[in-house]
C-alpha cells in the first residue's frame, strides 16, 4: 500500500521536507482556500501539485473535494453546484490526479465530544461521549423532538448532567461538535463566527423533511451527475463512511453499513464510484463487522484510512491504538493487498503525544501521533 498523509497545504506547520523524512510517499490534501462550491481551476491544481512533487512527493489522493449542502438537501442551486463539481473534477483528471475522495454527511462532518481524553498512558486521543452528545442535542441545541432519540435511561442521566454541568464545559461541547471539529473540514462554521448554535440550528432546518429514502435520492441524483466525468477522465470517486456510522441530531445517514454501501455503489455500478474504507468510522459501528466489509468491498475501494475504535455497552467511543480495537488493522491491510494491491492508504486520528500536545494542530491530526502510527501500520504491511 501506498503511505500517504493528510497534508493540509502550504500553511500547514507540518512540512513537506519533514514528511519525506519520515517515509510518506504520497500527499492527501485539497485546495482548502477555495470556498465550498466554487470551481477548482487547473492552473490553482497544477500549482500545487508542482509545489508538492518539488519536495520529491506526489500528490496521490484529493480530501476532499466537498459536496456543497444544497447539493444534498436537493437545493435550488443544485444544477449550478453540481456543475461546478463537474468541472472541478474534469480539471483533477487533466492534472494526473485520479483519486477523490468525498463525504455525503449532512451539515456536520465527524463528531466528537472530547478532542483531548486522557489516556492511561499520559497521551490524549478523541472521545464520543454519548450522554454528553445528547445534552448538547437536547440542551444547547434544543431540538424539537431530540428525547425522542435516546432511551428513557439515556435522558434520565442527560437530565442528571444538566444539574451539573458547568457553562464552561457547555461552551466546550458547542466549540469541539461544531465549531473546531468542523471548521477545518467543511467551512459551514468556523473560528470566530457568532453565535456558532444559531447558525447551525439553521442548516439543520434545511434537512426539514428530508428522510434517509430522500437522501439517498439527492446522493443517486448527484452520482448519476459526475460519476460520467470522472469515467471520462479517469478519476476514481470514492466516498468517505458517515462518523458516526447512525443517525444523529435528526439527520439521515447513509454511508454506515454493508447494505448503505452496497446500495450506493449499485446506484451508478461503475468503477469509477467507489469508497474510502474509513476503518475508523465503520468500526465505531457495532453492527459493523471490519473485516467482513473489507473482503465484501475490496475491489471498490479506492483508497483506505487505518485507524481503529473502542466501543462501549453504553454507546461511547474512543480512537483505539491502530494495533488494537475493532478495527483490526493487521487483517485488513492483509485483505487489501492480496484483493487490490497498491491503494493508497493514511493513518488517521493520531494521538497527542510529547510536543504535540503544546502545538496547535487540527484536531486527530498530530505530527508525532501519526508518524507514531505510521511506523507501527508500516510494520505491519513488512509483516504482511
Known sequence: MEKTWRWFGKKDTITLDMLRQIGVEGIVTALHEVPNGEVWSLEAIQDLKQYIELAGLRWSVVESLPVSESIKYGGKDREQLIQNYKISLANLGKAGI???????????????????????????????????????????????????????????????????????????LIYTIIVKTQGFINGNIKEGDQNP??????????????????????????????????????????VHPDDPPFAVLGLPRIVTSAEDIEWLLKAVDIPNNGLTFCAGSLSSGLHNDVPELAKRFAKRTHFVHLRSTDVYANGDFIE?????????????????????????????????????????????????????????????????
Open 320 to 384: 483505539a491504538p491502530h494495533t488494537a480495537g475493532r478495527g483490526h488493522l493487521v487483517e485488513l491491510i492483509r485483505i487489501f493487498e492480496k484483493e487490490n494491491p497498491g491503494l493508497p492508504m493514511r493513518v488517521d486520528h493520531g494521538k497527542l503525544m510529547l510536543d504535540d500536545v503544546n502545538k496547535s494542530y487540527n484536531p486527530g491530526y498530530s505530527f508525532l501521533g501519526r508518524m507514531y502510527a505510521l511506523a507501527q501500520v508500516d510494520g505491519m504491511m513488512a509483516a504482511n
Open 197 to 238: 448554535v444559531a447558525i447551525f440550528n439553521r442548516l439543520l432546518s434545511l434537512y426539514d423533511g428530508i428522510d434517509k429514502m430522500q437522501l439517498r435520492e439527492n446522493f443517486k441524483y448527484f452520482l448519476e451527475q459526475v460519476i460520467p466525468v470522472a469515467e471520462e477522465y479517469g478519476v476514481n470517486l470514492c
Open 98 to 172: 485520479k483519486t477523490v475522495c468525498y463525504n455525503f454527511m449532512p451539515v456536520i462532518d465527524w463528531i466528537r465530544t472530547d478532542l483531548a481524553r486522557k489516556n492511561e498512558d499520559g497521551t490524549y486521543t478523541l472521545y464520543f461521549d454519548k450522554i454528553r452528545f445528547a445534552y448538547f442535542d437536547c440542551f444547547i441545541l434544543k431540538r424539537k423532538g431530540a428525547e425522542k432519540d435516546y432511551s428513557p435511561e439515556e435522558m434520565q442521566q442527560v437530565y442528571a448532567l444538566d444539574k451539573t454541568i458547568t457553562q464552561a464545559e457547555k461552551d466546550d
